[in-house]
């Protein structure tokens, strides 16, 4: 099924990262991109002062990570950086979207970050055909001297597990996209042993924002500790697909009118793509932004958000942990059962066939299994399994006792729950 994708701003605000058709060299140069980057500590300055946080779903302080591996990187022979594009996320289509449309906001963020780091490798690391296109054209039409740094384009078969960071560094020095053990960790010892930067491609858009403007106009949209604008995919809900620019702090409750839902018929949403667990109403009430989605025990990730109208999050839930139960890399013993087991009760509560013991347990794998295996997609499933739990204590009730009518007849079953499944987009930005 091919569904259309809807592009919008955030009324009132200036778009910062999204634009109504595909950029090209000439036209990023125009609206200032690619200026020279005369003063590293400077840079680096203005991006600890932006405040600016990694947008690939741990929401860690750029700064931190970009002096990390700079410091690292004097005691090694160089060091490198990625930008992170695979978006392995089904739920997700922000990096897509920007990879297909602003590649030159990406890779003037990606030499940026090469700069302040002192990189003489520079990597654009993807799995989409169509961003991988736009990528190749984007290096083709860039000289070498604007760049400063020699770009390579690596692109990876689509996996959720791909876009782990250690993963992407496998694939990078020729091994296969599956995460690998920690430590080292990237900014330690990454791609040919050398400290390594790796950041998503909104974070580099962003910083490449950054440069331009300062940080205190970055800071000009969001809160103190959220600054600045995020890309949030919108699924669920019956409606088609959404891709925004908002800045951080807005009221859901506005997001949800904006998109066209009555809050009143809010279940709730599942958060960060699959890996932040379910929220329930309360969401409703809440601001989007890092500080209040985590007092909701839930985190806003990459920003994508899939709104539970209809849909049972028994159910929703019985789907994602099958979903991890399918992806997950299959090397780690923990993980590997522990997404089989997690996902083999939801399932059975979803179709009736759950005990009280079968709850006992998902309710005890949830908490011990986290922080099991070499990358975290055990966190993700124990975040679902553990937030259905405490989040629709009701409906999770209910589904051990009387079986649920709605699941019963007609059950969610997708198997990639709120998957964007196409790009073609419909622009009012
Ligand atoms: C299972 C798993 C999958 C991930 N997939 C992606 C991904 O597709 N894209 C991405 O940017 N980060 C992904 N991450 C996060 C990366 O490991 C890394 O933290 C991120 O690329 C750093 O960028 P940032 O600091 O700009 O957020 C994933 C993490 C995990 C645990
Ligand atoms: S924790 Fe799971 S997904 Fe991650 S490497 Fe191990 S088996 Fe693969």
Not at 53 to 77: H, I, Y
Not at 181 to 208: C, Q
Request: proline letters at 5%; aromatic letters at 6%.
């Amino acid at each position: 099924m091919t569904a259309e994708l809807s592009v919008a701003v955030w009324p009132g605000i200036t778009p910062r990262l999204l634009r109504d058709r595909p950029e090209s060299l000439a036209e990023y140069q125009q609206s200032g991109g690619y200026g020279a980057l005369a003063d590293t500590d400077h840079l680096l300055a203005e991006v600890q002062a932006s405040g600016l946080l990694g947008r690939g779903g741990a929401a860690f302080p750029l700064a931190v990570k970009l002096q990390t591996v700079r410091d690292n990187g004097r005691d090694a022979s160089g060091t490198v950086v990625i930008a992170n594009g695979e978006e392995g996320e089904p739920a997700s289509i922000k990096d897509r979207w920007l990879l297909r449309n602003r590649p030159h906001a990406v890779l003037d963020g990606l030499r940026l970050a090469a700069g302040i780091v002192g990189a003489d490798r520079a990597v654009v690391y993807v799995s989409d055909s169509a961003a991988a296109d736009s990528v190749e054209r984007a290096l083709d039409e860039l000289p070498r001297e604007l760049a400063g740094v020699t770009i390579e384009l690596l692109t990876v078969a689509p996996g959720y597990v791909a876009g782990e960071e250690t993963a992407a560094v496998h694939v990078v020095n020729g091994g296969p996209a599956k995460p690998t053990d920690k430590p080292p960790r990237p900014f330690e010892e990454g791609v040919d042993g050398k400290p390594t930067l790796i950041s998503n491609v909104e974070t580099l858009a962003h910083l490449a924002y950054l440069h331009q403007h300062g940080a205190r106009a970055f800071r000009e949209l969001g809160t103190e500790a959220s600054p600045g604008t995020f890309l949030a995919t919108i699924t669920g809900a019956g409606r088609a697909p959404a891709l925004y620019e908002l800045p951080h702090g807005i009221a859901f409750a506005d997001l949800l009118t904006l998109h066209g839902v009555s809050p009143d018929n809010v279940r709730g949403v599942l958060m960060g793509g699959y890996f932040a667990g379910l929220v329930n109403r309360d969401i409703v009430g809440a601001t989007l932004d890092h500080e209040s989605v985590r007092a909701l025990n839930s985190g806003l990730g990459c920003g994508a958000i899939g709104i539970l109208t209809e849909d049972c999050p028994v159910a929703v839930a019985a789907s994602v942990l099958a979903y991890f139960d399918r992806e997950n890399a299959g090397q780690c013993g923990s993980c590997f059962n522990g997404t089989a087991a997690m996902a083999a009760v939801a399932v059975g509560l979803r179709d009736g066939n759950a005990t009280q013991d079968d709850l006992d347990r998902l309710k005890r794998w949830s908490v011990v299994l986290r922080g099991r295996g070499a990358c975290a997609t055990l966190d993700g499933a124990a975040n679902v399994a553990a937030s259905l739990l405490a989040q629709f204590p009701d409906q999770v009730q209910s589904h051990l006792e009387n079986g649920c009518q709605t699941c019963r007849s007609a059950a969610f079953t997708a198997a990639r729950p709120y998957e964007v499944e196409s790009v073609e987009a419909v622009v009012a930005v």
